[in-house]
């Protein structure tokens, strides 16, 4: 049976904007209160989703959020209109109310965590909700992201959804953001890694000093049991806190797999030579090619600065693997000649591709950060809601959208304006309709 690895990008959604939310993400930090343009950043997005499709790669896209999010500003004590609630909450509460404001869902590689049939229990593709409960804006999302994603993959004979994780920090998930799965070929049981920042419930442990770590051991231990992961095929990993604490504030900012390949730097986990041992020993397909960076070729900082790791690594159909890196990869003279000499090694990495993501970039967010992972067979494929697919006509339709929808322009201030509320929800309304999924937003639920 045919076999893929489907891409599911989040479309950037209309408040795309800068706000400083993410401590510990430094390009977040850096580019506080820039002005950004969300129909330049969905477009970038939309671009990359094409290119890909075009490729011959599977290629999805996951809607975005109702931002800004009134539903939580009421439940923080704002009432009256929804002009009188945005106009109290940004007077009154200003971080907060930047924080309801948030486009974060973009990054969907935080959406989740997806394990294939291959690997779990019961033979279904299953899907748990990141809580996202490191970052306020980003706690927002589960419970619509976890909407959409049943909207997405919607029949039951092929796809489990679970309830986000609770809510506490004990129990923090970020999703794919720190989950790999290496495997022979995609349809093959694969072995799960999750990389995790800290024991929420043994402090004795090593965590970071400075910033925060925010998957913890405990989050992925219970989504590998939600999912039905048998023990032989799933390992845990600890990020190197060291790292966490110089900005790589999720694994996939300093390592990334595909298959029979993982690409890291080398002073990306904690205890490495073990964390690699038990790798190579549960690995059950023939060949493993661990890509190593050394700090000597591409220092962290450089790795963070151009997001090399946050790269995607695809198998294309002839069977060649590329790299799907930002123009940031290109413009980094030292990580750009890595990258040209990658390809002409003896790893299945045969060619790299630059992509301009740079208004997802300010936020931290690179190609990897936009896209969630599915693997899929084709009948599970063929169960896939086919509006949420990209092709030529999808394409089209969605950058219409943008272009009729979106700000060209957008500044912190202009997030209290209500016509940008009226706007946003008549742009997700239509879009609804465009990749038909029923009423996922709170506003179409009222
Ligand atoms: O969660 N940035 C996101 C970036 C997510 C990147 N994802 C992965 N590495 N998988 C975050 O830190 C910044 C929003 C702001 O500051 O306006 C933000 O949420």
Known sequence: MTQYEANFDGLVGPTHNYAGLSFGNVASLNNASSSSSPKQAAKQGLKKMKALADLGMIQGVLAPQERPDIHSLRRLG????????????????????????????????????????????????????????????????????????????????????????????????????????????????????????????????????????????EASQAVARLHGLKDENVVYIQQNPELIDQGVFHNDVISVGNQNALFYHELAFNHSDNALQQIRKKFKGKELHFICVKESDVSVQDAINSYLFNTQIITLPSGDMAIIAPTNCQENPTVESYLSKLVSQDTPIKQVKYFDVKQSMQNGGGPACLR?????????????????????????????????????????????????LVESRTALDELTQILDLGSVYPFQQI
């Open 372 to 420: 969630l992972r599915v693997a899929m067979n084709e009948h599970e494929l063929a169960a896939v809601n086919p509006h949420t697919l990209i092709n030529d006509q999808q394409f089209k339709v969605l950058n219409s959208w943008v272009e009729k929808h979106y700000r060209d322009e957008l500044k912190i201030a202009d997030l209290s304006d209500p016509q940008l």
């Open 78 to 217: 704002f009432n009256g209109s929804d002009a009188q609630v945005l106009e109290a909450a940004a007077k009154h509460a200003p971080a907060i109310f930047q924080a309801s404001c948030s486009a974060s869902s973009m990054w969907t590689a935080n959406a989740a965590t997806v394990s294939p049939s291959a690997d779990t229990h019961d033979g279904k593709i299953h899907f748990t909700p990141a809580n996202l409960t490191s970052k306020y804006h980003r706690s927002l999302e589960p419970e619509v992201t976890g909407r959409i994603l049943q909207a997405t993959f919607s029949d039951p004979e092929y796809f489990c959804h679970h309830k986000h994780l609770p809510e506490n920090d004990h129990f923090g998930d970020e999703g794919a953001a720190n989950h790999t799965r290496l495997c022979a070929s995609y349809g093959d049981t694969g072995l799960e890694v999750f990389v995790y920042g800290k024991q929420a419930f043994d402090l004795s442990q090593s965590a970071p000093k400075k910033y925060p770590a925010r998957q913890t051991l």
